[in-house]
């Protein structure tokens, strides 16, 4: 069985650490997590992982950290780097996309990320089709699920092993394509138009900067723009829409969070729910003083807009996958499947799947 593995030590260093309380996640607690990750790999028999080299070393750390942890499982998959060309090391997003796309080519089942919406922006790009189990290590993290490390490794593995057998934990989540200037590109979970013609530090944080925002996913409970626009008009996930957030002097006002614990007010003049059908066009209104504004995709700063120029964004559905790790184990103890890699092959009889949702208990487990 193999996974994927991509780790992004610079996903929360920028300078949004300097407004709002964004934790720093430190290279020693990425080890940590990564360590952890190989913990749950291991337990469900995962022999070989590949993993995004880049200049922290991180993966390396992890395995210096488990060969002086008392516990530490005896065997533990073989981790190997991508091979990748100059430096031999991912250092910004090219890289990550990069390596998603050789750990693709090489039948990698699912793909364990520590970074930002960036980060796993960068692994789609280079990766479609790939399985997510993203891990919170990033500013906002929108994207990513609340998962201990160690449960997120187990589910992974146990997902690799039998695919078909938790196919029905993985969701979908849909995603925005937008078209400008210079070509497409997806975000995962928004695309803002901020007022100023300049790229130079990419994340967003000041909020009389936002122009305009539309969200592949409108929940108050995150902050950045997902949780701004569901404080405007929260959607359900699953439903399948997406939100275009106009913002400007005379709206109605909001509070919304902009980035973890700075809740701020914006004033919101219109909001309009849109489909897989549906094209929003950006600017939706020029501003007074016609001067450039610039486009963001999931929070990087990366398209100027000049006057004249317009940017048009879709939501794509079913779109990525993710699995749910959580009801992958869930399921996994339900159908005896937690059991010791060595006894993987002689598990005893279980219920169907699809009868899992009405049955608890151990006769829930077992005939």
């Known amino acids: 069985m193999l996974v994927g593995l991509v780790v992004n030590p610079g996903a929360s260093r920028d300078v949004r650490r300097l407004t709002s309380l964004a934790r720093t996640v430190d290279a020693v607690e990425q080890a940590n997590a990564v360590a952890r990750i190989l913990c749950g790999l291991a337990a469900t028999g995962v022999g070989r992982v590949l993993y995004m080299p880049e200049p922290t070393h991180v993966v390396e ?21 991508v091979r990748l060309p100059g430096t031999g090391e991912a250092r910004d997003a090219a890289g990550t996309a990069r390596s998603a796309a050789e750990m693709g080519a090489a039948g990698a089942a699912a793909v ?39 449960a997120a490794g187990q589910a992974a593995g146990l997902y690799a092993a039998e695919p078909a057998a938790f196919a029905g ?32 530090a990419h994340a967003i944080w000041e909020p009389e ?89 999931d929070g990087e700063r990366e398209v100027v807009l000049r006057p004249g120029q317009r940017a048009t964004v879709r939501l794509v559905t079913p779109g990525v996958r993710v699995l749910d790790g959580a009801a992958v184990l ?35 487990t077992r005939r």
Do not use: C, K
């Open 61 to 81: 750390r992890a395995r210096e950290l488990l060969a002086v942890t008392r516990g530490a499982p005896a065997r533990l998959p073989d981790t190997v780097p």
């Open 330 to 364: 869930v399921r996994a103890a339900r159908m005896g499947r937690l059991v010791p890699p060595a006894m993987a092959g002689d598990r005893a009889e279980t219920v169907d799947s699809g009868d899992l949702a009405d049955r608890t208990g151990p006769a829930a």
């Open 169 to 200: 934990d993985v969701r979908r989540r849909p995603y925005l394509r937008a078209e400008a200037p210079g070509g497409s590109t997806l975000a995962l979970v928004d695309v803002a138009l901020v007022r100023g013609g300049w790229v130079g």
């Open 209 to 297: 900067a936002l122009a305009e925002a539309v969200v592949a996913r409108a929940d108050p409970t995150v902050p950045g723009l997902a949780g701004v626009a569901g404080a405007a008009h929260p959607v359900r996930d699953g439903d399948g829409a997406g939100v275009h957030v106009v913002f400007g002097p005379g709206g109605r006002p909001i509070l919304g969070q902009i980035g973890p614990g700075q809740v701020v007010e914006l004033r919101v003049t219109a909001t309009t729910v849109f489909g897989p059908g549906d094209t929003v066009t950006l600017p939706a209104h020029r501003a007074a003083d016609g001067g450039p504004l610039t486009l963001a995709f």
């Open 112 to 150: 364990l990320t520590i970074g930002g919406d960036g980060t796993n922006r960068a692994v789609a790009t280079g990766w479609p089709d790939a399985v997510f189990v993203p891990l919170p290590g990033g500013t906002n993290n929108a994207f990513a699920l609340r998962l201990d490390p160690t």
